[in-house]
């Protein structure tokens, strides 16, 4: 999957009000690609190692953030606490 295609996926579930990055994150890999995460870091519990597959869903947001194409409030890197939207 390309990092266009990722973006889109992302993009589809983000709106104009403040989301949880881990619910944009965890829609995309339950309705778009059918990807299954046992990342603490998405859900709070399962495993402790990093998910190739979180850690670029990750990484495409801070790319659209600094594309300007959302905005986001907390780290990014602890999807659970942190929130994305589309510019106001």
């Known amino acids: 999957m390309s990092d266009d295609d990722l973006d889109s996926y992302l993009l589809l579930h983000i709106t104009e009000h403040w989301r949880k990055a881990m619910r944009v994150i965890a829609t995309v890999f339950v309705d778009n690609i059918q ?42 890197s602890e999807p659970r606490f942190s929130e994305v939207r589309l510019p106001a």
Do not use: Q
Request: charged fraction near 30%.
């Open 35 to 76: 990807y299954k995460c046992h990342s603490e870091l998405l859900w709070g519990f399962g495993d402790n190692e990093l998910d190739p597959m979180l850690e670029r869903c990750i990484g495409r947001l801070r790319a659209l953030v600094a594309e300007g194409r959302i905005e986001a409030a907390g780290d990014l």
